[in-house]
């Protein structure tokens, strides 16, 4: 771009800035930035990037889990995604604002969550070993139901290397009436099976690649493991997940993945 256009293109910003004022997606303090730089500072006190988690699943470890950088639960039976990492937690500062972009639909949320991610995790996490990343997918009926995939609209907004693709489009969901959040784990693990595939023109793009697959909240990891193992069984040869926010350590044994 040329320096008179970048010139005009800064001073066009900064005059919409002062119109039309944004306010921060945490305190609603109004600013020139979707999160300002308290907030910013607070997140950046308390995340889950400040804590030892589980390399595998995402979790918190207890003290005994340190040395081997794995939960007891992924030692004792691995789920098939290979890598987590996890912005924060699920109660923790972003919560609030993740529940406005999707119960209230409002997207200017994205704007605000995804400058978290990227303030916090960008740069540690630019030389990813991945080739492609790919948003968790909502079903048709689910996607016209909210009017946009919650998960891409973050996922469109981060950085990552160059040499990372994002296909918004290659993971497909079927519908499903049940309401995976209400249920217990052994209903979740139960209701996700079957329920993702692979849109047949990248199922050769998506061979022998590391893939990474963003999703907005990880719970039990039940839709994490599924889709690790369709895109394994599709040929993928590492499934990594970045999640923006990860819930509490679960009360009871992850159930037997098969």
């Given at each position: 771009?040329?320096?008179?256009?970048?010139?005009?293109?800064?001073?066009?910003?900064?005059?919409?800035?002062?119109?039309?004022?944004?306010?921060?997606?945490?305190?609603?303090?109004?600013?020139?930035?979707s999160l300002c730089?308290?907030?910013?500072?607070?997140?950046?006190?308390?995340?889950?990037?400040?804590?030892?988690?589980?390399?595998?699943?995402?979790?918190?470890?207890?003290?005994?889990?340190?040395?081997?950088?794995?939960?007891?639960?992924?030692?004792?039976?691995?789920?098939?995604?290979?890598?987590?990492?996890?912005?924060?937690?699920?109660?923790?500062?972003?919560?609030?604002?993740?529940?406005?972009?999707?119960?209230?639909?409002?997207?200017?949320?994205?704007?605000?969550?995804?400058?978290?991610?990227?303030?916090?995790?960008?740069?540690?996490?630019?030389?990813?070993?991945?080739?492609?990343?790919?948003?968790?997918?909502?079903?048709?009926?689910?996607?016209?139901?909210?009017?946009?995939?919650?998960?891409?609209?973050?996922?469109?907004?981060?950085?990552?290397?160059?040499?990372?693709?994002?296909?918004?489009?290659?993971?497909?969901?079927?519908?499903?009436?049940?309401?995976?959040?209400?249920?217990?784990?052994?209903?979740?693990?139960?209701?996700?099976?079957?329920?993702?595939?692979?849109?047949?023109?990248?199922?050769?793009?998506?061979?022998?690649?590391?893939?990474?697959?963003?999703?907005?909240?990880?719970?039990?990891?039940?839709?994490?493991?599924?889709?690790?193992?369709?895109?394994?069984?599709?040929?993928?040869?590492?499934?990594?997940?970045?999640?923006?926010?990860r819930t509490s350590?679960?009360?009871?044994?992850?159930?037997?993945?098969?």
């Open positions: 771009m040329p320096p008179l256009a970048q010139t005009f293109q800064a001073v066009f910003a900064k005059i919409i800035a002062r119109a039309l004022p944004t306010s921060c997606v945490i305190c609603a303090a109004f600013q020139d930035h730089n308290a907030c910013a500072r607070h997140i950046a006190s308390t995340s889950l990037i400040n804590y030892e988690c589980c390399s595998q699943c995402g979790i918190t470890l207890e003290g005994s889990e340190v040395t081997n950088q794995h939960c007891h639960q992924c030692e004792l039976n691995p789920p098939n995604y290979d890598e987590t990492y996890c912005l924060d937690r699920y109660d923790g500062l972003l919560q609030p604002a993740l529940h406005e972009l999707k119960y209230q639909k409002r997207l200017a949320f994205a704007h605000g969550l995804a400058n978290a991610w990227n303030l916090l995790f960008a740069n540690s996490l630019a030389n990813t070993n991945a080739a492609y990343l790919l948003p968790v997918p909502l079903s048709e009926q689910k996607l016209c139901l909210r009017g946009f995939n919650q998960s891409w609209e973050l996922a469109r907004r981060i950085q990552c290397g160059l040499h990372i693709q994002k296909l918004p489009n290659a993971l497909k969901r079927h519908h499903h009436e049940q309401q995976q959040a209400s249920g217990n784990r052994a209903m979740r693990n139960s209701a996700i099976q079957g329920m993702f595939y692979i849109e047949e023109k990248y199922r050769c793009l998506l061979e022998n690649q590391n893939i990474i697959v963003f999703d907005d909240v990880m719970t039990s990891g039940s839709t994490l493991n599924e889709i690790a193992t369709v895109l394994k069984d599709n040929g993928a040869s590492r499934v990594i997940n970045w999640v923006l926010l350590r679960p009360t009871q044994p992850r159930a037997q993945h098969v």
